[in-house]
C-alpha cells in the first residue's frame, strides 16, 4: 500500500533562529511538511558558529535545517509582500525572538498576517524578554544538582538538553493544534520555552524533594552524591544493572568477577536487598572490574542475566552496529551524516528529503508567486 | 450501533486539543507513563492498566502521605484498571479495550506484547485504526534489541554522557533525575501526535517506535553535529560550550557563580563594555567568535580575573544594563520548598495529591492560546474498574446483543 508522509501538504514557514525553533521545523520537514525558513541577508546566525561543516555553515545549522528551503526576502515592496503571501498561505508559522524574527518587524505582525486557520509557534530560552542562552536556562533550572560536585565549580550538561526540548514540545504543540484544527477549523498559538521545557522533564527531581515523608531514595539524594563517572573498567566507564530477576545469577556474576565476599553477603542476597543499594554494589563491584576490558565486564553481566552498556563517545556511538540496525543517521555524503528524528513510523525512519539549504537558495522560486497561491512543494 | 460495548465517557477534564482521542497506556515505569501523561494533560482519555502486582514504579522512593512521587508525576490525568495480562480473562478485556483505543503506548521489552497477542498485528485486525506507539531500550532490531535499559544506560550509550563534566575530566552521568526518561517519554509523545495525523492521511492505523537510545541522543542533535557533521570530537567542557565563547560561570568575589555567555559579536561587544575591557575588542586572539572558540581558555583566563574582581550583585547590574545574556544558579530544591524565589517557580506547578493536599511538578510544557491543557489527579491502581465493568466481562457473561 502506497504511504502519504505523516505532514504531506503542509506548509511551515520559519522565522527562527538557533536551536528550538529550527529543530520543530526540521522535524516537520522529515514529516513531509513544506518548511520554508525566512532568512536575512546575513543568514541564521546559526550559520556563522562553530565548528563549520563542509558547506561552510556551523555544523549545528546543517543537522536543524536539511530537509527546508530557504528564502530572503528583498528589501522593498517586492519582499515584503512576498514575506505577507507566504505566512498568510502558511499553515503553520514558527517564530522564536531571534533576530530572524525580528525581520518580520515586531510580534503583532505575524499574527496579523497569518491567516484565521493558521498554527503560530513562539518558543523563547526562558521567556519573553529575558536574554539567556543555553547556560543560563541550564543554571536557572536547578538541573546541576544532578551533575559535578558540592564544593566545585558547576558543571552543564553538555547537549543542548533545554533548547532541543524547548523544540521537542513545540513540535508536540504544533501537532496537538493542528489536530484540534482538524475539527474546529481555527488556529491559535503554542508557546514553550527552555526553561519550561527543562522544569517539565525535572518533575521527577521536584516531587521527589515536594517535603517527602522521608528524604530518602535517589531522586531526593542525588545532589548529595559525588559525581558519577559509572563503574570502571581498564577502558572506559560502564553503566551496568546485575540481574533482576535471579539471585542465583547475581551469585555467578560476582564469583566470575572474583568478587567472592560480595556475593557471599548475606545483606545482599536477595533482589529486594538489593535494588536500594545500587550505588554500594557498584562501588564494590569497581574494585574488581577496574582492571578488566570494558568488553569482558560487560559481557559477564549480560551472560548472568543483567544489563550493562559502555560509556560510549560519538565516534563509538556511531560505529556500533545498533545505531545501523535502526537507521538512526541521515548520510549526507560519504563520512558525514545528521541525525534522523528518534521514531520510526512502520519501521521506517523518516529522513529529510534534501540537505540543508545555501542561504537565499529558494528565493527565486518562492517570488514567482502569484498572489494568494499556496506555495508548491520543493 | 445500540448495544455495542463502549469505552465509558469520563467525567471532567475534556476540552483539551486532543479531547476525543482516547488512549490505552499499557506501559509501566517512567519513559511510557510519562508520555501517555502529556497526552492526558493534552486532553486525550488515557486509561491506564496495571498488573495486579502494581506498577513497579511505585516501589522507587520518595514517598508523600504514603504515595510514591515518582508514580504519581508520571500518571496524572488518568483513569487506571487493574488487568492481568497473563490470565485469557485480562487478555480479553485487553484486546476489547485495544478495539476502541485510537491510540496504544507500550514499553515492554520487544517481542513482549506479541507473546500477548496484544502486539500491532493482532490489534490491527480487530482495530485497524489503531496507532500503537512503542519506546523500547536500544529500538526493536538490532544485536541491541533485548538489552533492558534505565536512564543511566541510555546516557551511557548514546553519547550523552561522554560530553558532561569538568574540561579535562571524565564524563559524568546526570545523577537520578530521570531527566532521559522523561526526555524519552517526550520523543513518545511526539510518536504518538505524528501517528494521529499519519493516520488521517493514510485511512489507517500504524505502528511508531521510539526507544531510549533515540531519545537520548535526540537532545544532542546539535552537539552531537560536531562529530557527525564536523568530524570534530565531542567531549567534556565544564560549563563552556563549543560553538561559541565565551559562555561559561564565573566564579564572583564572594565566591557566588555567574553564568555569562555572549553567542554573537553584539553580545562580545556588549560583555567588553559591561566589564570595561574594551581593550580585548582589539585583541586577535578574540577578534571574532572563531578566534574565541580557538582560544577558550585564554579567554576564560582574561575574564575569570575580572568577574572575581566584584561581587555577583554588581556584575547582575552590570550585564543588564549591557543586555548581555546572564544568570544565577537556582538550587531546585530551595526553589521548590518556596525558600528561594527564582525564574524556575513560574514553571512549577501544584497538582491534587491523592491521599490529599498537594504534590509540586513541572508545569505541562506548553500554553495554547485557545485550548486548555491542564494537569489533573493521578490515579490509583484499579480506582476506575468498575466503570469497565461491561468491558471487562468474560466473553460468556457479556449483555446480550452488545457484542
Known amino acids: 500500500m502506497t504511504e502519504v508522509a505523516a505532514l504531506d ?50 555544523a549545528a545549522f546543517t543537522a536543524l535545517n536539511s530537509g527546508k528551503r530557504s528564502f530572503v526576502p528583498p528589501y522593498g515592496p517586492v519582499g515584503e509582500s512576498a514575506l505577507r503571501h507566504l505566512v498568510a498561505a502558511a ?41 539567556a542562552t ?71 527531581m521536584i516531587a521527589a524533594v515536594d517535603d517527602p515523608d522521608e528524604w530518602n531514595g535517589p531522586h531526593c539524594l ?27 545469577a547475581w551469585v555467578a556474576m560476582c564469583e566470575e568477577l572474583g568478587a567472592h565476599e560480595l556475593g557471599a553477603d548475606p545483606s545482599l542476597a536477595h533482589e529486594y536487598q ?27 553481566v549480560i551472560r548472568h542475566g543483567g544489563f550493562a552498556v559502555p560509556v560510549q563517545t560519538w565516534d563509538e556511538v556511531v560505529a556500533h552496529p545498533q545505531a545501523g540496525a535502526i537507521d538512526a543517521f541521515t548520510e549526507l555524503e560519504p563520512g558525514r551524516r545528521t541525525l534522523a528524528p528518534p521514531w520510526r513510523i512502520n519501521n521506517l525512519r523518516p529522513h529529510p528529503s534534501r540537505g540543508a539549504p545555501s542561504l537565499g537558495a529558494d528565493t527565486e522560486d518562492l517570488l514567482g508567486l502569484a498572489d494568494g497561491e499556496r506555495p508548491g512543494p520543493a | 450501533m445500540s448495544g455495542m460495548v463502549r469505552w465509558p465517557a469520563r467525567a471532567g477534564f475534556d476540552d483539551g486539543p486532543l479531547a476525543g482521542v482516547k488512549v490505552l497506556d499499557l506501559s509501566a515505569l517512567a519513559t511510557g507513563p510519562w508520555g501517555a501523561m502529556l497526552l492526558a494533560s ?125 574540561y579535562g575530566a571524565g564524563p559524568e552521568f546526570l545523577r537520578y533525575g530521570g531527566v532521559v526518561d522523561l526526555t524519552t517519554a517526550a520523543c513518545l509523545t511526539q510518536a504518538c501526535l505524528v501517528g494521529l495525523h499519519w493516520r488521517a492521511r493514510n485511512g489507517r492505523g500504524c505502528q511508531i517506535t521510539t526507544s531510549q537510545f533515540e531519545g537520548a541522543m535526540s537532545a544532542q542533535i546539535s552537539r552531537s553535529s560536531n562529530y557527525l557533521v564536523a568530524g570534530q570530537d565531542v567531549v567534556p567542557l565544564g560549563t563552556a560550550t563549543s560553538t561559541y565563547a565565551p559562555s561559561e560561570a564565573f566564579e564572583c568575589r564572594d565566591h557566588r557563580y555567574i553564568n555569562v555567555s555572549a553567542p554573537n559579536q553584539q553580545t562580545w561587544e556588549a560583555l567588553c563594555g559591561a566589564i570595561e575591557r574594551p581593550d580585548l575588542l582589539e585583541m586577535p586572539a578574540f577578534r571574532t567568535n572563531r578566534d574565541r572558540v580557538a582560544n577558550r581558555s585564554k579567554l576564560s583566563a582574561v575574564l575569570a580575573e575580572e568577574f572575581a574582581a566584584y561581587d555577583l550583585t554588581r ?16 538550587v531546585l530544591d ?7 524565589r527564582t525564574e524556575l517557580n513560574r514553571y512549577i506547578t501544584s497538582v491534587p495529591h491523592l491521599p490529599g493536599g498537594e504534590l509540586k511538578v513541572g508545569a505541562p510544557p506548553w500554553k495554547f492560546s485557545r485550548s486548555k491543557a491542564a494537569l489533573t489527579v493521578s490515579a490509583r491502581p484499579g480506582q476506575h474498574q468498575g466503570q469497565f465493568t461491561d468491558l471487562l466481562l468474560p466473553d460468556d457473561q457479556m449483555p446480550e446483543g452488545s457484542r
Not at chain 1, 112 to 118: A, D, L
Not at chain 2, 334 to 340: E, I, M, Q, R, T
Open chain 2, 334 to 340: 530551595d526553589a521548590v520548598a518556596g525558600v528561594s
Open chain 1, 9 to 58: 501538504g503542509l506548509t511551515v514557514v520559519e522565522f527562527a533562529s538557533g536551536i528550538a525553533g529550527p529543530y520543530c521545523g526540521w522535524l516537520m520537514a522529515c514529516l513531509g511538511a513544506d518548511v520554508i525558513k525566512i532568512e536575512d541577508a546575513r543568514g541564521d546566525p546559526q550559520r556563522h558558529l562553530e565548528p563549520p561543516g563542509p558547506s561552510g555553515d556551523g
Open chain 1, 91 to 131: 499553515d503553520l508559522v514558527i517564530a522564536d525572538e531571534g533576530p530572524l524574527a525580528e525581520m518580520a518587524r515586531d510580534v503583532t505582525w505575524i499574527t496579523s498576517n497569518v491567516g484565521p486557520q493558521t498554527v503560530v509557534c513562539w518558543t523563547s530560552p526562558a521567556g519573553p524578554s529575558l536574554p
Open chain 2, 42 to 166: 493534552l486532553g486525550a482519555d488515557v486509561v491506564k492498566v496495571d498488573p495486579p502486582d502494581g506498577d513497579h514504579i511505585r516501589l522507587i522512593l520518595p514517598k508523600k502521605k504514603g504515595d510514591p512521587t515518582t508514580y504519581t508525576i508520571c500518571n496524572l490525568g488518568k483513569r487506571n484498571i487493574v488487568l492481568d495480562l497473563k490470565s485469557a480473562e485480562g487478555k480479553a478485556a485487553c484486546l476489547r479495550l485495544a478495539e476502541l483505543a485510537d491510540i496504544i503506548v507500550e514499553n515492554h521489552r520487544p517481542g513482549a506484547m506479541t507473546r500477548l497477542n496484544l502486539d500491532f498485528e493482532s490489534v490491527s485486525q480487530v482495530n485497524p485504526g489503531i496507532i500503537y506507539c512503542s519506546s523500547s531500550s536500544f529500538g526493536n532490531e538490532g544485536p541491541m534489541a533485548q538489552v533492558g535499559s534505565t536512564d543511566p544506560h541510555g546516557q551511557a550509550f548514546s553519547g550523552f554522557v561522554s560530553m558532561n563534566g569538568a
Open chain 1, 274 to 300: 538489593r535494588a536500594p543499594r545500587t550505588r554500594q554494589i557498584n562501588r564494590r563491584l569497581a574494585e574488581f572490574t577496574y582492571q578488566r576490558s570494558r568488553a569482558a565486564v560487560i559481557d559477564c
Open chain 1, 222 to 248: 542525588a545532589a548529595a552524591y559525588p559525581k558519577d563517572h559509572g563503574v570502571p573498567t581498564e577502558d572506559g566507564g560502564v553503566s551496568l544493572t546485575p540481574s533482576r530477576r535471579s539471585d542465583e
Open chain 1, 134 to 204: 543555553e547556560l543560563e536556562v541550564q543554571g536557572m533550572s536547578g538541573i546541576q544538582r544532578a551533575l559535578g560536585q558540592f564544593g566545585e565549580a558547576p558543571v552543564r550538561v553538555g547537549a543542548d538538553v533545554s533548547q532541543v526540548l524547548a523544540g521537542n514540545f513545540l513540535f508536540q504543540g504544533a501537532l496537538a493544534a493542528l489536530f484540534e484544527r482538524d475539527h474546529s477549523h481555527l488556529g491559535q498559538s503554542v508557546t514553550t520555552s527552555g526553561i519550561g521545557a527543562l522544569a517539565a522533564v525535572s518533575s521527577i
Open chain 2, 315 to 330: 556584575w547582575r547590574y552590570r550585564l543588564s544594563r549591557y543586555q548581555v545574556p546572564h544568570g544565577e544558579y537556582t
